[in-house]
Each structure stands twice: as C-alpha cells, then as structure tokens.
C-alpha cells in the first residue's frame, strides 16, 4: 500500500516488451515512486490481487490476455476497481482509447509516452485516488464497513427494501442521573468507551449499528447482507454485550468511577431496510413494527427489572439449550394483541 | 519523404527525460531484443500467424519510435496494419527492407549512445 506519510506510490507496469518495461519502470522513479514491471495481464492481476498498488500503467497488445481484458477484469472485482489505470499503447485508432474509458481505464497515453505528460497524468489520478481513499475513510468512520461496502456495490438509492432480520435497541438505565453525578467530560469518555464496547460485542456477532442516540443505540442483525441465524447472533451479542458491561463495572469499581446497569430488548422479523433521509443527507436503517418492538421490549426492560428481553419469534428460532424464561405477555403502546416477552 | 534513421531530436529527448547512461543500457536491451523479434516476425509469416506477426510488428513499432528510428517504425507500423499479404505479393521483401533498415539503425544507435 502507499506510505500515505511521504507521498511515494506503488505502481504496476505491465508490458509484454522489454524496453518498455525498463522505461516506463525509469520513468516511475524518476518521479520519486517505485514500480513493480510485470510482463503479462495474467501476472498483472496475481500481483493486483496479492499486493496493495497505488496506479497501474498498463500496455494493450499483450499475447496471453491482453490489456482489454485486464481492465474487465480490474473493473468486475470490487477490491481492485479503484486502483486507477493509465493505459500507455502505441495501438492506432479513437476507437481503441474510447474502448479503454469505457472499459474504466483512467487516461490513456499513446506511445512512445511523453515523460512529462506521464508525469503529469501518473500526479494527477494519484490525487484523484488520495482523495477517493480520503472519502472511503470517512465513510467507514460514520457508516459501517458493511453499509460502506453497501454503498460501494450498488450505489445510492433512498428508499428500503423487505428483508427479514433481527432488531436490537440498547441504552443506559439512569444514564441522566449518571451524567448530572460527574463532570461532562467523564461523562464522555464513559460514553465512548460504552459505545467502543458495544460496537465490539454487536459486530463480532454481525450485526451492526445503525443509530446512536445519546446513551442508546439501534443495532441490527441481517442487513445489508443477509445473516443465516439473525436471531442467534442477535441474542448471543446481547449476552456478550452484558458480561462485557460486567467485566467494565468491575473496573469502574475499582478506580472508584459510578457502575452502569444497561437495558436491551431484540424483536425479529419482516421489516424494510434501505436509505432514508434525503439526497445530500442519508442514514441506513431499518424501519416496521418488529422494530418498535424492539425498542418497547428495551424500555420494558426497567420495569421488569431484566436485563435483556426477546419476542416470541426471537426465542423460537433459538436453539433448545439456550436459557430463556417466558415472562407471559405484555401489552405493548401501537399493538392491539398482547406479546408474549422472554427475559435470558 | 524519407526518415532519417535515427531523429535526433527524438533520441536527444530521451537522453535528456531518462538519463544518457541509462538509455545507453535501453539501447543495449533494444539490440538484444529486436534480432528476436526480426526472427519471430520471419517465424510468423512462415508459418501464417497473423495474430503473432501483427503484435510482433507492433512491439517493434513501438520501440523504435522510442528511439526516434522512425523510418523503422514505419516499416513496421505497415506490416502491424497490413498484415502478411501484401508481404507475401511482394515476395517478402519488406521483411528484407524491414530486416536492411534495422541494420543501419542498430549501427547509428550503438554509436549515439556512446557518442
């Protein structure tokens, strides 16, 4: 990968014929970066796949697999198609370079090629990738890895689709008197560190977090990729997400700092997943009655004083051995039926 | 009109963009590498591969436009873009005027790089 500190790429020349391989290898450092030259498209893509390149400066008329279908195959593999392309070629005819943007390549430069122009191109699609890189950080900061990947794959578009998935709603139980009892910066560093660690719990079980309000949290399990036992992960992440608040309180005890006592509630079911928000500002999430659910079996948690509660469709996909005592039913604010409820 | 084997201006260029210590080596590989390509390109039309006389050409094209041996670059842009009939109509003889221009240009650049 590129040493992000000193501005020194890595770059993939690929040519069949020697002298330009030695060149443009040349070229490439001369201009302060290091390139790695290879001779076929099918070598190319070992070494695009097996190792991090920041550019790839690529010939066309290559025996084997030429570099027509070396830009497909860059283009149809998620974890290579930002890695920009600048085809270098002495192939004659617009309809050949036009067939190279089309196919993703990021310029094209005819042969012999011009050192300063491919000095200029190689600065300018580096700035261009930075900038992306910069934006793909970003991304993963305020979404998801798996919303992120989401995005990335099919793009944006407000608007949900029916899946089935598990719901989860989590917060802190006294959290305002907590927070008037200590100053607001410990209060944010509690926060944070609660935060870190329900996050760990929730995403080592796959599910994500899609909503973080003040000391509560939104997670769900199956979207947007699918998860075969959504209910099971759901459950086993709140159990982590308890022992781990556990093993937290025992070391706020012993630097003298408040405990936290924390409440969770899971529903699964049918809901719609999707964007929601408008065009210039959007959250995924996850909408439906098996959600409000969710959230309602979290606030009842105070008041039958359990830590963690699940709905009937939660509890029934889960495996016999796993400890669950029905607490009867309840009725919920928006549902006319009563709902039976299980503490674990 | 005819081209000068090498165009100076050209081989001056590359001199000055890449280092003329480092084209003195370039011109060293080019004349190892181009006999293998003159023989594959006879191979080729012998045995009636177009695909492999086409890219053969080609590379040969490319490499001599690097040099600035642009007569040598034409002679082989003709047989990437015309392919082996009109060699074989011609009794083979641009591959002879192919193979004559290649000589001269090999002399004048082993000389160049040097010079």
């Known amino acids: 990968m590129p040493d992000a500190g000193n501005g020194i790429a890595r770059l993939l020349v690929v040519d069949d014929n020697k002298v330009n391989r030695l060149l443009l290898t040349r070229n490439v450092n001369l201009m302060g970066h290091r ?129 089935r998935a598990s719901a989860m709603f989590a917060d802190i139980r006294g959290f305002t008197t907590l927070a008037e009892s200590q100053p607001p910066e410990e209060t944010i560093e509690l926060l944070n560190t609660y935060y870190t660690l329900m996050f760990d719990a929730i995403g080592s079980h796959g599910g994500i977090v899609t909503h973080m309000a003040g000391d509560g949290l939104m997670a769900i399990f199956g979207a947007p990729l699918p998860l075969p036992d959504h209910c099971g992960a759901a459950v086993r992440a709140a159990l982590e997400m308890i022992e781990t608040i556990g093993l937290f309180n025992a070391e706020q005890t012993a630097a003298g700092k408040p405990e936290i006592r924390i409440g969770i509630g899971v529903a699964s079911g049918e809901m719609v997943a999707g964007y929601t928000g408008t065009n210039e500002r959007a959250t995924y999430t996850c909408i439906g009655d098996i959600v409000n659910l969710a959230s309602r079996l979290e606030q009842h948690t105070k008041e039958v004083q359990r830590s963690i509660l699940i709905d009937e469709a939660t509890r029934s996909a889960l495996a016999a051995d796993v400890g669950v005592e029905a607490l009867g039913a309840i009725t919920v604010r928006g549902k006319t039926q009563a709902v039976e409820i299980y503490a674990m | 009109m005819t081209q000068p084997t090498i165009d100076l201006a050209a081989f001056g260029e590359l001199q000055s963009t890449a280092g003329a210590e480092f084209v003195c080596e370039l011109v060293d590989t080019f004349l190892v590498e181009a006999p293998l390509m003159l023989d594959e390109l006879r191979l080729a039309y012998a045995s009636g591969n177009a695909d492999t006389f086409r890219r053969t050409a080609h590379s040969l094209k490319s490499n001599s436009n690097t040099f600035g041996a642009l007569a040598l670059g034409k002679l082989a842009k003709d047989l990437e873009l015309g392919g082996m009939t009109p060699v074989r109509e011609a009794n083979g003889a641009p591959l002879d005027e192919l193979e004559l221009e290649y000589a001269r240009v090999a002399k004048a650049l082993g000389e160049l790089a040097r010079a």
């Not at chain 1, 550019?55 to 930002?82: H, K, N, S, T």
């Not at chain 1, 793909?136 to 099919?154: C, G, I, N």
């Open chain 1, 35 to 163: 390139a790695v030259a290879v001779a076929s498209g099918r070598e190319a893509l070992e070494m695009l796949r097996g190792d991090g390149f920041d550019l790839v400066l690529l010939d066309i008329e290559m025996p084997g697999m030429d570099g027509f279908q070396v830009l497909e195959q860059i283009r149809g593999d998620v974890a290579l198609r930002d890695v920009p392309v600048i085809v270098t070629s002495s192939l004659d005819g617009l309809d050949n370079v036009v067939r190279c943007i089309e196919l993703g390549a990021e310029d094209y430069l005819a042969k012999p090629v011009n050192a300063v122009l491919l000095k200029a191109r190689v600065g300018a699609s580096l700035e261009k990738k930075r900038l992306r890189d910069q934006q793909k950080a970003l991304m993963r900061r305020f979404a998801t890895p798996e919303v992120a990947q989401d995005l990335q794959r099919s793009g944006f578009a407000l608007g949900g689709k029916r899946i």
